[in-house]
């Protein structure tokens, strides 16, 4: 609707005009904000460095809600938008935490949290979903740095399968198939049915 919405690692979202570039509306944060924005219905929705998920209105920039996961002490410095798809919004956090929220009113209905059982290095111990969840067909995919890919019933947040893969990058839905590069530098193709590989190169 003619508007450009940024975030910034200095504390800040604003919306800008997308023709002239003039600032509409700026809202402070408490903490950086390194979370591209995902603009849906209304609203604008973003994580801040400290896990917390807030939804602005695009108009005037006035909070709609919020949300606090767990805070990590540590964690990478890229992250993920949230995706959205009907009346539900599906925010990603560094802590391996996967919520779905009513747009309209930010009731959680599911969470899942994606971590790894096994911790072998301390870089390991990091359990960010640092690329964007994808929606398609009624099912979310996501995958974190902890080593789970896994196919969610968006509606019932019941994992319809998982695959034993890190990444940090967001995976690609094409069709019957999924790609994604993993955190060892390998592309694998994924059937999107049921999680097996196909191949990895």
Same mark, same amino acid.
């Given at each position: 609707?003619?508007?450009?919405?940024?975030?910034?690692?200095?504390? =800040?979202?604003?919306? !800008? @005009?997308?023709i002239t570039?003039?600032?509409?509306?700026?809202?402070?944060?408490?903490?950086?904000? &390194? +979370?591209?924005? +995902?603009?849906?219905?209304? &609203?604008?929705?973003?994580?801040? $460095?400290? #896990?917390?998920?807030?939804?602005?209105?695009?108009?005037?920039?006035?909070?709609?809600? +919020? =949300?606090q996961s767990?805070?990590?002490? *540590?964690?990478? !410095?890229?992250?993920?938008?949230?995706?959205?798809?009907?009346?539900?919004?599906?925010?990603?956090?560094?802590?391996?935490? !996967?919520?779905?929220?009513?747009?309209? #009113? /930010?009731?959680?209905?599911? $969470?899942?949290?994606?971590? &790894?059982?096994?911790?072998?290095? *301390? !870089?390991?111990?990091? $359990?960010?979903?640092? /690329?964007?969840?994808?929606?398609?067909?009624?099912?979310?995919?996501?995958?974190?740095?902890? /080593?789970?890919? *896994?196919?969610?019933? %968006? &509606?019932?947040?019941?994992?319809?399968?998982? *695959?034993?893969?890190?990444?940090?990058?967001?995976?690609?839905?094409?069709?019957?198939?999924? =790609?994604?590069?993993?955190?060892?530098?390998?592309?694998?193709?994924?059937?999107? @049915?049921?999680?097996?590989? %196909?191949?990895v190169t």
């Amino acid at each position: 609707q003619g508007r450009l919405f940024v975030t910034s690692g200095f504390g =800040f979202v604003a919306a !800008l @005009n997308a023709i002239t570039g003039e600032e509409q509306w700026r809202v402070e944060t408490q903490t950086p904000v &390194r +979370t591209p924005p +995902t603009a849906y219905r209304g &609203r604008v929705y973003f994580s801040t $460095n400290t #896990n917390e998920f807030i939804a602005l209105e695009q108009d005037t920039g006035e909070k709609a809600w +919020t =949300f606090q996961s767990f805070e990590e002490a *540590a964690r990478f !410095l890229s992250s993920s938008s949230p995706a959205a798809a009907g009346d539900l919004v599906v925010a990603p956090f560094s802590s391996g935490e !996967l919520v779905a929220f009513l747009a309209d #009113n /930010g009731r959680a209905v599911w $969470n899942e949290t994606l971590t &790894r059982q096994a911790r072998l290095t *301390a !870089l390991s111990s990091l $359990n960010d979903i640092a /690329g964007s969840p994808v929606i398609d067909r009624g099912l979310v995919f996501v995958v974190s740095h902890g /080593g789970r890919l *896994a196919a969610i019933d %968006i &509606r019932s947040g019941d994992p319809v399968w998982e *695959a034993p893969i890190a990444s940090l990058q967001m995976p690609w839905v094409a069709g019957d198939f999924i =790609f994604l590069v993993s955190v060892e530098g390998e592309l694998a193709c994924i059937s999107r @049915n049921d999680g097996a590989i %196909i191949w990895v190169t």
